[in-house]
């Protein structure tokens, strides 16, 4: 009437994706690696641009400056490769989760339609052990002392016996198979409740893998294009110089002569700047402006720097700062001042050409030379960081650069002592 070797139980559950499959804690420890790394070659870099302004020797200083930076570009390539091992090790992991997060979806999907089929024969079961129920009740089915009492013979007694005893039985196993179901039905509900939750956490270290890979390749990028800006530089560094070197050799006692010409003449706008200064000191004449902003934004590559150069045959009394497509570029004031001085008129190849210079007070001074324009006249109160002038090649300048520096008392100082990092 009844047959219990028709239910459908479903075979054992397949074990979810979980973390540990992936090796995570593996995964992270070699991302760590690889920044620290990555980190470690970032030091080396910055300590090697440190290196470089502890040098003097205007020949030495630029071949210093060149073996740095091609250490630096080589620290870039490495940085570079670093980052390609990240990427490919991220690319991987993030492969081997949309793998398991696919799967994981598989199995849930299977797992949600087992439990329903599963969830539907229960029901039915359950119904038919109720109609089975009802029709024995309806039916007045008799109890075993009647089926005893009831029997005219021993043999009768005994097949009457054994059937109400396998109508039992029947009922109990069928009885236990259905609670057997419901707890099997109960643990399918509990591991599909996991299985979601390790997904969960699967897609979550997936999104993460994700933008760690978008920053790495992001940063990639910046390094490769680092890396072609660097050679760039020491490229323009060394021709600049082996120009500047050239034409001072080719012309050197004319060069030297124009030079101490135009030193002299600038030595006398500062002692009639000092003068002007001291005759209109109201007694309380300081510098207060502290360090000084970088004079020429967007642009830090220095191609010759303060103190003795081409083998201590000409002293640099400031600061060359130049760039690619520096031409045209605005100058700024590198500190609150007034513009004392401001010269136009210039010989081509010869001086500082077209330049200004800024009172700072308290015997402080900036001077930007070799320009193209001047946006400022004398007796013009900037501010820091005011456009004050455009970037040329005027005067003596095998091309377009900044000279910039800075005077106290109208003597010469090294820039770099008073400066700030580049903007």
């Given at each position: 009437?009844?047959?219990?070797?028709?239910?459908?139980l479903?075979?054992?559950?397949?074990?979810?994706?979980?973390?540990?499959?992936?090796d995570m804690?593996?995964?992270?420890?070699?991302?760590?690696?690889?920044?620290?790394?990555?980190?470690?070659?970032?030091?080396?870099?910055?300590e090697?641009?440190?290196?470089?302004?502890?040098?003097?020797?205007?020949?030495?200083?630029?071949?210093?400056?060149?073996n740095?930076?091609?250490?630096?570009?080589?620290?870039?390539?490495?940085?570079?490769?670093v980052l390609?091992?990240?990427?490919?090790?991220?690319?991987?992991?993030?492969?081997?989760?949309?793998?398991?997060?696919?799967?994981?979806?598989?199995?849930?999907?299977?797992?949600?339609?087992?439990?329903?089929?599963?969830?539907?024969?229960?029901?039915h079961?359950?119904?038919?052990?109720?109609?089975?129920?009802?029709?024995?009740?309806?039916?007045?089915?008799p109890t075993?002392?009647e089926?005893?009492?009831?029997s005219?013979?021993?043999?009768?007694?005994?097949?009457s016996?054994?059937?109400?005893?396998?109508?039992?039985?029947?009922?109990?196993?069928?009885?236990?198979?259905?609670?057997?179901?419901?707890?099997?039905?109960?643990?399918d509900h509990?591991?599909?409740?996991?299985l979601?939750?390790?997904?969960?956490?699967?897609?979550?270290?997936?999104?993460?893998?994700?933008?760690e890979?978008?920053?790495?390749?992001?940063?990639?990028s910046?390094?490769?294009?680092?890396?072609?800006e660097?050679?760039?530089?020491?490229?323009?560094?060394?021709?600049?110089?082996?120009?500047?070197?050239?034409?001072?050799?080719?012309?050197q006692?004319?060069?030297?002569?124009?030079?101490?010409?135009?030193?002299?003449?600038?030595?006398?706008i500062?002692?009639?700047?000092?003068?002007m200064?001291?005759?209109?000191?109201?007694?309380?004449?300081e510098?207060?402006?502290?360090?000084?902003?970088?004079?020429?934004?967007?642009?830090?590559?220095?191609t010759?720097?303060?103190?003795?150069?081409?083998?201590?045959?000409?002293?640099?009394?400031g600061l060359?700062?130049?760039?690619?497509?520096?031409?045209?570029?605005?100058?700024v004031?590198?500190?609150?001042?007034t513009?004392?001085?401001?010269?136009?008129?210039?010989?081509?190849?010869?001086?500082?050409?077209?330049?200004?210079i800024?009172d700072?007070?308290?015997?402080?001074?900036?001077?930007y030379a070799?320009?193209s324009?001047?946006?400022?006249?004398?007796g013009?109160?900037?501010?820091?960081?005011?456009?004050?002038?455009?970037?040329?090649?005027?005067g003596w300048?095998?091309?377009?650069?900044l000279?910039?520096e800075?005077?106290?008392d109208?003597?010469?100082q090294?820039p770099?002592?008073?400066?700030?990092?580049?903007?």
């Amino acid at each position: 009437m009844l047959c219990a070797g028709g239910l459908v139980l479903g075979g054992a559950p397949s074990s979810p994706v979980l973390a540990d499959d992936l090796d995570m804690d593996e995964a992270k420890d070699q991302i760590a690696s690889l920044n620290q790394t990555y980190d470690q070659l970032e030091k080396q870099k910055k300590e090697l641009a440190n290196k470089i302004y502890g040098v003097q020797s205007e020949k030495k200083r630029q071949s210093e400056e060149k073996n740095e930076l091609e250490q630096q570009i080589s620290l870039t390539s490495q940085q570079i490769e670093v980052l390609t091992e990240k990427i490919s090790y991220l690319d991987g992991q993030i492969q081997q989760q949309e793998e398991a997060i696919e799967q994981n979806n598989e199995d849930i999907a299977a797992k949600e339609i087992e439990i329903e089929e599963k969830q539907l024969e229960i029901e039915h079961n359950e119904e038919l052990l109720k109609q089975r129920i009802r029709r024995s009740y309806m039916a007045g089915d008799p109890t075993t002392l009647e089926v005893l009492l009831g029997s005219d013979s021993f043999y009768s007694m005994l097949s009457s016996t054994t059937m109400v005893t396998r109508m039992v039985n029947r009922d109990k196993d069928f009885l236990a198979e259905l609670a057997e179901q419901k707890l099997s039905l109960q643990d399918d509900h509990t591991y599909l409740e996991n299985l979601r939750e390790e997904n969960e956490r699967i897609k979550e270290s997936f999104e993460e893998n994700k933008a760690e890979n978008e920053e790495a390749r992001s940063l990639q990028s910046e390094k490769a294009e680092s890396l072609e800006e660097d050679v760039a530089k020491i490229r323009s560094s060394i021709q600049t110089l082996e120009d500047t070197e050239r034409e001072y050799y080719a012309n050197q006692a004319k060069i030297q002569k124009e030079m101490q010409e135009a030193q002299a003449e600038v030595t006398k706008i500062y002692a009639m700047l000092e003068e002007m200064r001291k005759q209109n000191q109201s007694g309380n004449d300081e510098y207060t402006g502290g360090q000084f902003g970088w004079p020429l934004p967007g642009y830090s590559m220095l191609t010759s720097y303060y103190g003795w150069r081409f083998n201590n045959s000409d002293f640099h009394t400031g600061l060359d700062i130049s760039g690619s497509q520096c031409y045209g570029k605005t100058v700024v004031a590198a500190n609150p001042g007034t513009v004392a001085f401001v010269n136009t008129a210039y010989k081509a190849g010869v001086g500082y050409g077209i330049y200004l210079i800024i009172d700072h007070g308290g015997g402080y001074s900036t001077l930007y030379a070799h320009l193209s324009a001047i946006d400022v006249n004398v007796g013009d109160v900037v501010a820091r960081g005011t456009p004050i002038a455009k970037v040329g090649a005027t005067g003596w300048a095998t091309g377009p650069h900044l000279h910039f520096e800075v005077r106290i008392d109208g003597k010469t100082q090294n820039p770099l002592s008073y400066l700030g990092s580049p903007s």
